[in-house]
């Protein structure tokens, strides 16, 4: 055996018996509630016990597996959430996971799996103790010495400088934002290591925007899950259903938080004062996640309403942006959906405020693969703040700019005669960076055109 096994997530395993040759994986439900559950006089036959919480995971269980010969078979039990089990046993029987790293070779990846389809049991909690009374110790162990492969492929760390924290971002939808968000953190992330090993990359207080209605019907290929997995994940938020063998769900504490229904108490709050600052929920409870090592990311949820519409603001403490935030946006912006629907009224901006938004460097090449073959060049959107009309007044020698809507109303004129004077009377009505970018360009032409004393028409050709 490895001198240091488990080596890879060993804080997050729980070891029970080095001289085991049974190791447990119990997909999302806790190690420690599968544990409990585990006879006395069948403990000694079991080395590890950890949970896979995704398809990628199934690397380390390959990883750790060829580091202790001694670990000759693998019970499978315990809830799903994420398919991660299903793609284990499909794994097992041959399928082709896109996901596997290429560090290990082809040849041990088929090693692994033509023994562990004939010594792996899939079962369900209640058969448990009589899968392990009927596991048989091994005559021998299932390789000769233990083998270790290249390590994951980080890329080298870099970041450019950067304001230290509120990054903003926006769009009108989930994945067009997801994009956006990837790239910020790996252009401006701080490499910095995690509480379960690995590093990851991380800027402070990503703020990001989400418009429009929510869109779930189809999925663009590129996310990290599939319409199946999302409407798996959607009770998670919008009911107080929870599996107990699972320490909280989201939903749990919104719908259900020490007996109170939180969703409704908003819905209640807002029927009775639209204009109220109170219809507020919080996922956190001081006595049991004060001193946990399992607390809630998604903290606090507020919603307010302007002009009869409804805005909702949550506060993620800790958001994996590669493999969490887009489904926790989708599901945000679902519950958004249902309250909005309760009071009758329209659904406005989702923001979501990430304070720490980081990558795990495991998912650093997915996440570049991502940004390259789907991040649009150009973050094209409509300045929510208006649009200007420049135009050059001959008579006056000034350059003339009009605010308006986004629906054409104006709303204020500005003159002067250098682009600079200009740009310092109306920055504060501009929210984008490309459409600051855009209008310092026409403004410069503006003010050449008027000290040359030729035409200037905006967006006319050079």
């Not at 055996?1 to 070891?15: A, D, G, Q, V």
């Not at 290929?221 to 063998?245: A, G, N, V, W």
């Not at 606090?300 to 935030?325: E, F, K, P």
Request: charged content about 25%; some cysteine.
């Amino acid at each position: 055996m490895f001198e240091h096994w488990p080596k890879y997530y060993r804080n997050n395993l729980i070891s029970v018996n080095e001289d085991g040759f049974i190791g447990i994986i119990t997909g999302w439900s806790k190690r420690d509630f599968i544990k409990e559950r585990i006879d006395e006089c069948c403990l000694g036959k079991i080395c590890v016990i950890g949970q896979l919480y995704s398809a990628e995971g199934i690397n380390y269980v390959i990883r750790n597996t060829f580091l202790n010969p001694k670990l000759c078979h693998i019970i499978v039990v315990g809830l799903d959430l994420t398919n991660s089990i299903q793609a284990f046993r499909g794994f097992l029987n041959g399928d082709e996971l896109k996901v596997m790293q290429p560090e290990i070779p082809m040849s041990y990846i088929t090693e692994f799996q033509n023994y562990f389809i004939n010594h792996t049991s899939f079962c369900k909690i209640e058969e448990l103790n009589d899968i392990i009374k009927s596991v048989p110790s091994p005559s021998s162990p299932w390789i000769e010495k233990p083998i270790s492969f290249l390590e994951e492929r980080i890329p080298e760390a870099s970041h450019f400088p950067s304001e230290r924290a509120g990054f903003r971002i926006s769009g009108q939808s989930i994945p067009e934002i997801w994009l956006k968000a990837l790239d910020r953190v790996m252009k401006f992330g701080i490499v910095k290591p995690t509480q379960y090993g690995g590093n990851q990359r991380e800027i402070v207080s990503l703020v990001s925007v989400i418009g429009g209605v929510l869109h779930d019907e189809e999925l663009p290929e590129f996310l990290p899950f599939t319409k199946e997995d999302l409407d798996r994940y959607y009770p998670q938020i919008l009911t107080s259903q929870k599996p107990e063998e699972i320490a909280y769900t989201y939903g749990s504490r919104l719908h259900s938080h020490n007996g109170i229904n939180q969703i409704d108490a908003m819905v209640a709050e807002l029927k009775k004062d639209s204009f109220s600052r109170r219809a507020y929920a919080t996922t956190w409870d001081v006595q049991i996640d004060t001193f946990s090592e399992k607390q809630p990311c998604i903290v606090s949820v507020q919603c307010l309403i302007q002009n009869s519409t409804l805005y909702m603001t949550t506060y993620i403490r800790s958001n994996d942006i590669y493999a969490a935030w887009p489904i926790n946006a989708f599901g945000l912006k679902k519950l958004q959906s249902s309250i909005a629907e309760k009071l009758e009224i329209t659904i406005g901006d989702l923001v979501m405020i990430s304070n720490s938004a980081h990558i795990y460097d495991k998912d650093i090449i997915k996440a570049e693969s991502v940004i390259k073959h789907f991040k649009p060049k150009l973050e094209c959107s409509e300045d929510p703040r208006g649009n200007f009309l420049i135009q050059v007044d001959d008579e006056l020698k000034k350059i003339v700019v009009t605010h308006i809507t986004t629906d054409g109303n104006k709303l204020n004129k500005f003159t002067a005669q250098t682009a600079r004077e200009i740009c310092n009377q109306i920055y504060p009505y501009i929210s984008d960076t490309l459409h600051s970018l855009y209008l310092g360009r026409e403004l410069m032409r503006a003010q050449i055109a008027l000290e040359r004393g030729v035409g200037y028409v905006q967006d006319a050709d050079d």
